[in-house]
């Protein structure tokens, strides 16, 4: 237990579907990312939102769509999703500090996507 | 970020030391290594960091050479839960906060 919970855990939609992945976390962080992991590949970083502001878009399609309603909980919205986006979806947070504090991210256990 | 190079598997016998190698030699003088590390289908977890000191935690070593282009991670005594795929990232703790994954050493401790 990382303190990250992902809701639900398993996801298998259509792909004229819109469904949505939660992520929350109550361990006072401000960062929050969404990752995504296909097989065989490396994690690829999605979106970084900073004290509920986007603050990265990593070049993602727009048929995912993020919301930060607060620092505690961060959504990814899907909707007309393809096949080849079936992946992991994880989420991570990470608390602030000083230039010198570390940067450990704390992940979920992610949710697994299946687009049929 | 500083690219990092790993082997793409190792196996460990359990109850040995598993050291597992990391090259880093473009790392500029601010960044740190990070070892991370991800067990099959959860998500990865943090597991030490060191900038240019020798670290242990409860969980690891990380001897970090001299130049700091290469890095060790020594898990002391293998355990069968300890299989799972280690990342290397080299990282500064300010400004960009992206961390960027490899593809890892996929560990495998044999009973």
């Known amino acids: 237990e990382t303190g990250v919970t992902q809701t639900p855990r398993h996801l298998v939609m259509g792909m004229t579907n819109k469904k949505s992945l939660k992520c929350e976390q109550h361990?006072?962080?401000?960062?929050m990312y969404w990752y995504k992991q296909s097989a065989k590949k490396p994690l690829e970083l999605m979106f970084v939102?900073?004290?509920?502001?986007?603050?990265e878009n990593n070049s993602v399609p727009s048929r995912f769509s993020p919301e930060c309603p607060n620092s505690s909980h961060l959504f990814l919205h899907l909707h007309t999703l393809q096949p080849e986006d079936s992946a992991l979806y994880l989420c991570?947070?990470?608390?602030?500090?000083?230039?010198?504090?570390?940067?450990?991210?704390?992940f979920g256990p992610g949710t697994r996507l299946t687009v049929l | 970020d500083a690219k990092t190079t790993q082997p793409t598997s190792m196996d460990c016998a359990e109850g040995r030391a598993a050291n597992l190698p990391c090259n880093h030699s473009?790392?500029?003088?601010?960044?740190?290594v990070y070892w991370y590390r991800q067990i099959h289908s959860q998500g990865p977890q943090y597991i030490i960091h060191?900038?240019?000191n020798n670290e242990t935690n409860e969980m690891a070593s990380l001897i970090i050479t001299e130049d700091r282009k290469s890095s060790t991670l020594i898990l002391p005594h293998a355990t069968l839960r300890d299989t799972a795929v280690y990342y290397c990232?080299?990282?500064?703790?300010?400004?960009?906060?992206?961390?960027?994954f490899g593809t890892g050493t996929r560990l495998t401790i044999i009973p």
């Open positions: 991570a947070s990470k608390g602030q500090g000083g230039w010198s504090s570390y940067n450990e991210q704390f």
């Open positions: 361990l006072g962080h401000n960062a």
């Open positions: 939102y900073n004290f509920k502001e986007q603050t």
């Open positions: 473009t790392i500029s003088g601010n960044e740190y």
């Open positions: 060191g900038l240019k």
């Open positions: 990232i080299v990282h500064r703790n300010f400004g960009n906060e992206k961390l960027t």
